[in-house]
């Protein structure tokens, strides 16, 4: 099995009495994709905010490729290679979508102006926006504004891409359309953590899945055999765990 690229060991996140993060632990290697499900309010953005640095924990680290980066700010997570996109878009609304990706490519990846310019074009092709290229970002509808959202990650070369229910909102078709370019992104070696109430969709990309409730770890391994687990689907899906899954 190929090396941890991220490591969170024991950590810890509380607000006041309430502990949304507790003791979590897990690890994910290079090039996997891992898909998280909970219910709301079961700590799943939180998680992604303590690996790309939006919050800090409480007690326990987290590493990326070896190294701690509990102390860094997101800034210097996402140069160092972590990517990240938002559930809710919040695009610079009067910048065209170019614009947009082209921050992410000169001050997220570090690029020199030509390169920015060349790798925010290629961004911009793959994730099907390049005919959007001199829309106002503010303009957009939701699923190219989460395309957008996607491109600007993906301008920083990410080697962690983080997902936040990032096919919230869209139609069937539309979520097809997203699942086929994570896929393509996955084949590039891009490590992947998703969170989506999609289920579906998760299925159909990652190759591990873990369930979290009340920032604990309730199961992780095979998507399949997770989403079969009597504690997720009475928790998580709110059945019976003696009824059929759908």
């Not at 607000?15 to 891992?34: F, H, I, K, R």
């Not at 997101?74 to 609304?93: D, L, N």
């Not at 699942?179 to 999609?198: C, L, Q």
Request: glycine content about 10%; overall charge negative.
């Amino acid at each position: 099995m190929p090396a941890p690229l991220l490591q969170v060991e024991a950590v810890s996140k509380r607000y006041g009495a309430l502990t949304v993060t507790d003791q979590l632990t897990l690890a994910v290697p290079a090039g996997q994709a891992l898909g998280i499900v909970g219910p709301n309010g079961a700590g799943k953005t939180t998680l992604l905010n303590l690996i790309g640095g939006d919050v800090r924990p409480d007690s326990g680290r987290i590493l990326f490729d070896g190294a701690d980066i509990s102390a860094l700010r997101p800034a210097q997570r996402c140069r160092a290679g972590i990517g990240r996109s938002y559930q809710i878009p919040h695009p610079f609304g009067g910048m065209t979508v170019y614009e947009n990706v082209l921050v992410g490519a000169t001050f997220g990846a570090g690029r020199g102006e030509a390169q920015a310019e060349d790798h925010a074009l290629a961004v911009l092709e793959r994730t099907g926006l390049l005919r959007r290229a001199n829309t106002l970002a503010g303009t957009l509808p939701l699923l190219d504004r989460k395309r957008l959202e996607l491109a600007r990650a993906l301008a920083t070369n990410p080697r962690l891409l983080l997902l936040d229910e990032i096919g919230g909102g869209l139609t069937e078709h539309e979520v097809h359309a997203l699942i086929e370019t994570i896929r393509a992104i996955r084949a590039d070696g891009v490590t992947i953590v998703w969170i989506e109430h999609i289920v579906h969709a998760l299925l159909a990309v990652v190759d591990r899945l873990i369930a979290i409730d009340f920032g604990r770890l309730l199961a992780d391994g095979d998507p399949h055999a997770v989403m079969a687990d009597q504690a997720v689907r009475e928790i998580y899906l709110g059945i019976d765990a003696d009824e059929p899954l759908h």
